[in-house]
């Protein structure tokens, strides 16, 4: 799981450990500093991995330019999941 900065907290980390599932969240300003005074182990972080992101990020952007997507105006999943899947066709196409 790559997450951003702001869900860099205790609550977070403790929730997804306990879940098996592997995080990369870089820590925000001072708080490596915190976390060693404190005496907790070091959280791991891959840069190269987590530019992977950014990917992710602006595939939802270009998604959220399909005005139907974007609003849910569909009542049922199977009908969001079929404007979904036919956004990203016309997404692939192009």
Excluded: E
Aim: aromatic share 6%; hydrophobic share 35%; charged share 30%.
């Amino acid at each position: 799981m790559i997450v951003g900065k702001g869900c860099s907290s205790r609550t977070v980390r403790t929730c997804l450990r306990r879940r098996g599932i592997g995080a990369t969240i870089p820590g925000r300003a001072g708080q490596p500093a915190a976390r060693a005074r404190r005496g907790h182990r070091r959280h791991t972080f891959a840069p190269i991995r987590y530019k992977r992101r950014n990917v992710v990020g602006r595939c939802f952007n270009r998604l959220k330019h399909f005005k139907g997507i974007a609003t849910r105006y569909d009542k049922l999943a199977a009908h969001h999941r079929s404007a979904v899947t036919i956004a990203c066709l016309l997404l692939r196409l192009r």
